[in-house]
């Protein structure tokens, strides 16, 4: 099993930032990969960046340039640094963990964390 619990989300003004944290417990947290999705209301949950336990990143195509992904595999905690924040941003963001590699798919990670609200305003 592995646990995840997200903090960091707030109330941000648009053109701000924030960074998001998740915090995993369980097994090795290097074997997994982590991804970041987010779900506004009357929306699908759609993918926002994953990572690789080595390293390598990948994004959704809305925030490419605006957000960043990032891990520390000695604390356990992947990390969403989110820049130029857009009210089509507001959502609740969820840290995800599954073995092996980085999907898009929300069907293929096994662990969630409760989500963290991200609002921004105009």
């Known amino acids: 099993q592995v646990q995840l619990v997200e903090s960091g989300g707030g109330l941000v003004q648009a053109g701000g930032s924030l960074r998001l944290s998740c915090a995993a417990s369980?097994?090795?947290?290097?074997?997994?990969?982590m991804g970041w999705f987010r779900q506004a209301p009357g929306k699908e949950r759609e993918f926002v960046a994953g990572i690789l336990g080595g390293g390598s990143t990948d994004y959704g195509n809305s925030v490419k340039g605006r957000f960043t992904i990032s891990r520390d595999n000695a604390k356990n905690t992947v990390y969403l640094q989110m820049n130029v924040l857009k009210p089509e941003d507001t959502a609740l963001y969820y840290c995800?963990?599954?073995?092996?590699?980085?999907?898009?798919?929300?069907?293929?990670?096994?662990?969630w964390g409760q989500g963290t609200q991200v609002t921004v305003s105009s």
């Open positions: 995800a963990a599954r073995p092996g590699i980085v999907s898009s798919s929300r069907y293929a990670y096994s662990y």
């Open positions: 369980g097994r090795t947290f290097s074997n997994y990969a």
